[in-house]
């Protein structure tokens, strides 16, 4: 891994961490939002899925850009913003503000979640494209635990009604930062060969360490060539069938599991069960712990085991995990052991689905449609995000377990499905791939 290859991986991921840390913040703001708006089950689903229905468009078409203008360009899009959701709820001034606000941040994150794993995917060898990829998942969830732990330090600073604001409002340095650092990153080497800008390719190819990266460029220009006259060729056709299950099929996966309900209404889930607020904020700290050192654990060890294991062991591990939850809300017993059953829950996502998602949706299709085949995956993955954390306070506010058995089931099911139909993609070069699945 050299410095050249690292830097541009790095400042690609930094979209993950602003993905991730506008995905959790807003758990930390529910109770602040509620008093502010005088929101209901029912508006407070609203206010929390106004992000998801933005992000749902954001990854439909956020593939456009980075095919028109390359993948580090749309990016630096993303980051603007993101930078504007920032500000924008904080200085919200009133609830359609602050909605309007929040749905641009939703475009920021569907587009980033297509356009950051497709950037380091196609820069990256073979060999290391699992965990480089996995870098991006893993500054999501190092996102994610930023923004619960900067929830509670601000929780703790006595900011009263517009304690809120400062919450959602701190996400502004960051993204400033990603701003910055993509004017020091290259384009993505795919590209520049579709854009007959091969001398370019080249030379990004050689700076990231490829040992055989006059090969690559071969295999990227032999495979480009043979689809010249197909580059406005439709995703949805018989021979791109298979990719699109896939796809389709591992974004719906991840988001039955519930991880983004739980994610998202964490405070609220803990203040169910009797939590404070400030003991709320703490122990998602914890939450957030588990999902991150269990993505580190992912990612030492997606290139060597594989995918799809992954995936099965997640499968069973979440299961386990969500029957507990359930359990401890229809009984109303060893409310001291949801927090463990809620890090085991997030610790086993975050070793398969987590770790796997946008590895596997970078990787299963070809050149031609990567783009495209990326937004549709990102896309069912947010529509789903949107229409389960939408009814989620409603479900959950007449019983707390029903939503928890639902997830639960869903995971079981998963198993099956995985142990069936997905084939194991580690190891192979994107052109390899696309032969292997039969979209070549």
């Known amino acids: 891994m050299n410095a050249y290859l690292a830097k541009s991986s790095v400042v690609a991921a930094l979209g993950g961490l602003l993905f991730g840390f506008d995905t959790a913040v807003i758990a930390g703001a529910?109770?602040?939002?509620?008093?502010?708006?005088?929101?209901?089950?029912?508006?407070?689903?609203?206010?929390?899925?106004?992000?998801?229905?933005?992000?749902?468009?954001?990854?439909?078409?956020?593939?456009?850009?980075?095919?028109?203008?390359?993948?580090?360009?749309?990016?630096?899009?993303v980051a603007v913003l993101y930078l504007a959701s920032a500000l924008g709820c904080a200085f919200a001034f009133d609830w359609y503000a602050f909605i309007l606000a929040r749905f641009i941040g939703g475009l920021a994150i569907g587009a980033s979640s297509v356009l950051g794993p497709?950037?380091?995917?196609?820069?990256?060898?073979?060999?290391?494209?699992?965990?480089?990829?996995?870098?991006?998942?893993?500054?999501?969830?190092?996102?994610?635990?930023?923004?619960?732990?900067?929830?509670?330090?601000?929780?703790?600073?006595g900011f009263g009604g517009a304690e809120w604001r400062w919450k959602l409002g701190v996400a502004a340095v960051p993204a400033a930062l990603f701003f910055g650092t993509l004017f020091a990153i290259p384009e993505s080497p795919r590209w520049l060969v579709q854009r007959g800008r091969v001398p370019e390719a080249e030379a990004v190819l050689k700076g990231t360490g490829d040992p055989r990266y006059r090969e690559d460029l071969v295999e990227i220009i032999e495979s480009i060539e043979e689809t010249r006259g197909a580059a406005d060729e439709a995703l949805f056709s018989r021979k791109h069938r298979f990719p699109i299950f896939l796809a389709v099929s591992i974004a719906m996966f991840n988001q039955l599991s519930g991880i983004n309900a739980v994610l998202y209404y964490l405070n609220d889930i803990f203040a169910k069960a009797?939590?404070?607020?400030?003991?709320?904020?703490l122990q998602a700290v914890v939450v957030g712990a588990a999902n991150l050192l269990f993505t580190i654990l992912a990612m030492s060890v997606i290139d060597k085991i594989g995918r799809k294991t992954l995936l099965l062991i997640g499968s069973v591990g979440t299961t386990a995990a969500l029957g507990g939850i359930s359990a401890i809300f229809f009984t109303g017993n060893r409310e001291d052991l949801l927090v463990w059953c809620l890090a085991g829950f997030t610790g086993f996502f975050a070793f398969s689905q987590g770790a796997v998602i946008w590895v596997y949706l970078s990787e299963v299709f070809p050149t031609r449609v990567r783009a495209k085949g990326q937004s549709l995956g990102s896309f069912t993955h947010w529509i789903m995000n949107a229409m389960i954390s939408g009814v989620f306070p409603v479900l959950a506010a007449r019983s707390g377990g029903v939503p928890f058995v639902f997830f639960a089931v869903m995971m079981a099911i998963q198993f099956f499905v995985v142990l069936a139909f997905y084939p194991e993609t580690k190891g192979f070069s994107l052109e390899e791939m696309q032969k292997k699945i039969g979209a070549a």
């Not at 209901?40 to 933005?54: E, F, H, K, N, R």
């Not at 009797?274 to 904020?281: A, I, L, N, Q």
């Open 274 to 281: 009797g939590f404070t607020k400030v003991s709320s904020d």
């Open 30 to 77: 529910t109770a602040g939002l509620t008093t502010q708006y005088g929101l209901t089950p029912t508006t407070l689903g609203l206010t929390v899925s106004a992000a998801l229905w933005g992000t749902v468009l954001g990854a439909a078409f956020g593939g456009i850009p980075g095919d028109h203008k390359g993948r580090r360009g749309s990016l630096r899009i």
């Open 118 to 157: 497709m950037y380091i995917a196609e820069i990256s060898p073979a060999d290391k494209r699992g965990r480089l990829v996995g870098f991006f998942q893993f500054n999501i969830v190092f996102g994610i635990l930023l923004a619960y732990f900067s929830n509670y330090v601000i929780g703790t600073m």
